[in-house]
């Protein structure tokens, strides 16, 4: 089975520069998610017809690329659906007559393969599948007429209706399994003689009909599937929908979550047994979270590994990091790209990390900068201390062995290295290596001076 996928619309009431189709549902291109259907419902090849925005739509498709092979169409002026069908015609592969076409819309995200499947699988080979919606929100679609005999006869466009057609309450998904022998010539007869001078492919079902060619309809049973994107609100009304089956699974997995509405995942949570997601978390791109892991409020986690039992308190921000196990990282923490954090350890409040490992046991429990870092076991960075990494132009690297002591407040100047059970006092500013089990002192010595003076504050003239 081949697919189109209709791509072309200038989504005008987006009122956006991004062409429609590439606006997001949790973060992912609307048109990806349709290719990811037709992909999943068997499609082998996928013709996209996309308008003068097409090389955007290109480039930015090709980021989430799957397996499948995509051939863009070009519909340089966009003169209705049946039109932009009739352009991907030439580029069909498939020979076999008794094949389906299966023609889906770019603005309508959230289509289930299964329900592709049981639109193919219901179409006899000569017939044409269409999947129709009962739903009470049927402005703007257009609506399905039968006979009297139930059969369903054609599709007329809102527009173009009689207010008696208007109450009909089954309208036209769009989507359409169109056998492959005939479709051709059914489109090169449709006119544009309707409200909107379009080519509309809705039009070729009378068509078919007036051939004895028998319709297949079947229903959506999910709204949402079938629910078209045309504006800002509809696109928030799906992408919430998606966000709650996403939620939805991970309950059904036997994951907490605090408040279903209140966590959002743009991309893939993996979660092993008993773990618990509390509010306002968002999770990016691929994470893992292992066994027993607790997330807590306001926590944001970004293409990341969590291992069992380690517990992320609230306001923490993880992104491309590997986290061990029975650790705890936060409140407010920051850890960045590069940062690998062993098992046990402590990152504590308004500490950041980049480029940064972490060894078992080691502790960095407030407000501190630890970027281009290899630190041992069981160190423990000191409140305030700074691993100056960068000189301006280049960065270097900071190396710390095991049992490390950093006093608080200070500054290790990279590149330097501070060896096994090495020590460093409280404000210190540290440029050269420190051995072994040395103590190291880099500030300047106090000096108490006795007999001094408070000033007083000066009297007005
Ligand atoms: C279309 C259907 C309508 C159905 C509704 C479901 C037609 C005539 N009408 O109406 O029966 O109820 O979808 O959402 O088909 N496109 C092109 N080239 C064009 C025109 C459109 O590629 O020249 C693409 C659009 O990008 C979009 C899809 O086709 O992905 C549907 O077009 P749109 O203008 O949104 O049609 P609707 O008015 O929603
Ligand atoms: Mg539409």
């Known amino acids: 089975m081949e697919a189109v996928i209709l791509a072309a619309g200038k989504g005008t009431r987006m009122h956006s520069q991004l062409p429609k189709v590439l606006q997001t549902i949790g973060n992912k291109p609307m048109l990806a998610h349709v290719i990811d259907s037709a992909e999943s419902a068997g499609a082998r090849k996928i013709h996209i017809v996309v308008g003068n925005d097409g090389e955007q739509v290109k480039d930015q498709?090709?980021?989430?690329?799957?397996?499948?092979?995509?051939?863009?169409?070009?519909?340089?002026?966009?003169?209705?659906?049946?039109?932009?069908?009739?352009?991907?015609?030439?580029?069909?592969?498939?020979?076999?007559?008794?094949?389906?076409?299966?023609?889906?819309?770019?603005?309508?995200?959230?289509?289930?393969?299964?329900?592709?499947?049981?639109?193919?699988?219901?179409?006899?080979?000569?017939?044409?599948?269409?999947?129709?919606?009962?739903?009470?929100?049927?402005?703007?679609l257009g609506r399905i007429l039968r006979s009297e005999s139930n059969d369903v006869i054609g599709i007329v466009e809102e527009k173009d209706a009689s207010d008696l057609q208007k109450e009909i309450k089954e309208v036209n998904s769009g989507i359409m399994a169109l056998p492959v022998a005939r479709l051709e010539s059914w489109l090169n007869r449709v006119e544009n003689n309707n409200q909107q001078s379009e080519y509309y492919l809705t039009d070729i079902i009378a068509l078919a009909v007036s051939e004895k060619v028998a319709i297949n309809s079947v229903v959506v049973i999910n709204e949402i599937e079938a629910q078209g994107v045309n504006d800002k609100s509809q696109l928030a009304l799906v992408e919430r929908h998606f966000q709650m089956t996403k939620c939805t699974q991970l309950l059904e997995e036997g994951v907490i979550l605090k408040d279903p509405s209140r966590t959002d995942i743009r991309g893939k949570l993996s979660c092993g047994h008993d773990v618990e997601i509390d509010i306002n978390t968002l999770f990016e791109g691929s994470v893992m979270l292992g066994d027993n892991v607790?997330?807590?409020?306001?926590?944001?986690?970004?293409?990341?590994?969590?291992?069992?039992?380690?517990?992320?308190?609230?306001?923490?921000?993880?992104?491309?990091?590997?986290?061990?196990?029975?650790?705890?990282?936060?409140p407010n923490a920051r850890i960045r790209p590069g940062t690998i954090v062993g098992n046990n350890v402590k990152v504590g409040n308004?500490?950041?990390?980049?480029?940064?490992?972490?060894?078992?046991?080691?502790?960095?429990?407030?407000?501190?900068?630890?970027?281009?870092?290899?630190?041992?076991?069981?160190?423990?960075i000191g409140a305030g201390t700074i691993f100056c990494n960068y000189d301006g132009a280049n960065k270097h690297k900071t190396i710390l062995g095991n049992n490390v002591f950093v006093g608080s407040n200070s500054v290790l100047v990279a590149p330097v290295k501070l060896?096994?059970?090495?020590?460093?006092?409280?404000?210190?500013?540290?440029?050269?290596?420190?051995?072994?089990?040395?103590?190291?002192?880099?500030?300047?010595?106090q000096r108490t001076i006795s007999g001094w003076k408070r000033p007083t504050k000066n009297t007005k003239s």
Do not use: M
């Not at 409020?297 to 921000?317: C, F, R, V, Y």
């Not at 950041?352 to 060894?359: D, H, N, P, S, V």
């Not at 059970?421 to 103590?439: C, K, M, Q, R, Y």
């Open 294 to 330: 607790k997330i807590g409020p306001n926590a944001i986690i970004k293409d990341s590994s969590i291992g069992n039992g380690t517990q992320i308190l609230p306001g923490t921000i993880i992104e491309g990091a590997t986290i061990g196990e029975e650790t705890i990282l936060g």
């Open 419 to 445: 060896e096994d059970d090495s020590f460093v006092a409280a404000g210190s500013a540290i440029n050269t290596n420190v051995p072994e089990g040395h103590l190291a002192v880099g500030r300047a010595k």
């Open 61 to 140: 498709i090709l980021n989430f690329a799957s397996q499948i092979e995509v051939s863009w169409v070009l519909q340089k002026e966009q003169l209705g659906t049946a039109h932009a069908v009739l352009q991907a015609v030439p580029h069909f592969e498939t020979k076999a007559q008794d094949d389906h076409i299966l023609v889906l819309y770019g603005d309508v995200p959230l289509i289930k393969p299964d329900t592709l499947r049981q639109l193919l699988v219901s179409t006899r080979a000569d017939a044409i599948g269409i999947l129709t919606l009962i739903t009470k929100n049927n402005k703007g």
């Open 350 to 380: 308004f500490v950041e990390t980049k480029q940064a490992i972490l060894g078992e046991g080691t502790k960095a429990n407030h407000l501190a900068y630890i970027g281009d870092a290899e630190i041992g076991k069981n160190c423990n």
